[in-house]
């Protein structure tokens, strides 16, 4: 199914090496995607970029800037984050490239969905992948090493072309979301739990001196199911009740 590639898009977090960007960028256009995010490249524009980028010019120049890993995903309703090790501390759900692949075009109806890269040297950052709600890592045979960053791209990315090139109807796939409402956006969530922040802050459940792992956790929660907008609507405007205040989708 084409229009689960369409809503993918390929974020890369502070890449160092220009060379890299234009690798990805010819991983990406090779199996049919088209959607480059860059957060703060080191450096972007370089004959090594283009060189790479071997053909995919046009996937360089349409590739979209953004100064924060949140405002490049302010419009994404799915964010799966990569990782080069197996385990993190506080475990999200985790895929293998091939379910990653799986994942993303079952959604039904298809997710605005983001796939983000961590820096070359030092992966993402635990607070970067709080805006993930599942992890990718692409099994090697051996632990202690890593994939480059465009190679990772490159095996993702196929996968995903490879199973909406082989997508089971959709009478046999899972149950599809009959809500028929919009699913929250990364704008939506992150305002949410801004606003799930202070308010545990204001009745005293969460001391902000002493976080541990509290937001954390809320977040996988809420990550499990895919929250529409008016849902989203609902929660805040609980919260405000509970916060003594009035709110209304605006006041956000
Ligand atoms: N030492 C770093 C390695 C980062 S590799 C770390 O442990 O995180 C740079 C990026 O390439 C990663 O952030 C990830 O986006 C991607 N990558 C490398 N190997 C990968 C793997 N096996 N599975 C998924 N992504 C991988």
Redesign the pocket.
């Known amino acids: 199914m084409q229009h689960a590639l369409e809503q993918l898009a390929i974020v890369m977090v502070h890449t160092s090496h220009p060379g890299n960007i234009g690798s990805a960028a010819r991983a990406m256009k090779t199996m049919g995607l088209h959607d480059l995010r860059l957060v703060c490249p080191t450096r972007f524009n370089s004959p090594e970029t283009r060189a790479l980028a071997s053909g995919a010019d046009d996937i360089l120049e349409q590739a979209q800037h953004f100064d924060t890993l949140p405002a490049a995903l302010a419009d994404r309703q799915r964010v799966i984050g ?4 197996a385990e993190r501390s506080l475990r999200w759900p985790q895929m293998n490239a091939r379910q990653c692949g799986e994942f993303v075009v079952s959604q039904s109806p298809p997710q605005k969905t983001a796939i983000v ?8 950052t635990n607070k970067e992948l709080e805006y993930c709600q599942s992890l ?3 099994p ?1 045979a051996f632990d202690f090493f ?2 480059n ?1 465009a190679a ?1 791209i490159q095996i993702v990315c196929y996968e995903c072309m490879m199973s909406a090139r082989t997508q089971i109807p959709a009478e046999a796939g899972p149950a599809p979301d009959t809500r028929q409402e919009p699913a929250a956006t990364t704008e939506n969530l992150e305002s949410f739990y801004q606003h799930l922040e202070q308010a545990l802050i204001d009745v005293r459940y969460l001391d902000p001196d002493n976080p541990r792992l509290l937001m954390r956790r809320l977040r996988r929660l809420f990550g499990r199911t895919l929250l529409s907008q008016s849902e989203i609507n609902i929660l805040r405007g609980m919260l405000s009740a509970f916060q003594g205040r009035k709110f209304t989708s605006r006041s956000s």
């Not at 990569?82 to 090790?85: G, L, M, N, V």
């Not at 890269?117 to 993402?124: D, H, Q, S, V, Y």
């Open positions: 990569t990782s080069a090790r890269f961590g820096r070359e040297r030092t992966g993402l990718v890592h692409i090697m890593s994939l960053i990772a």
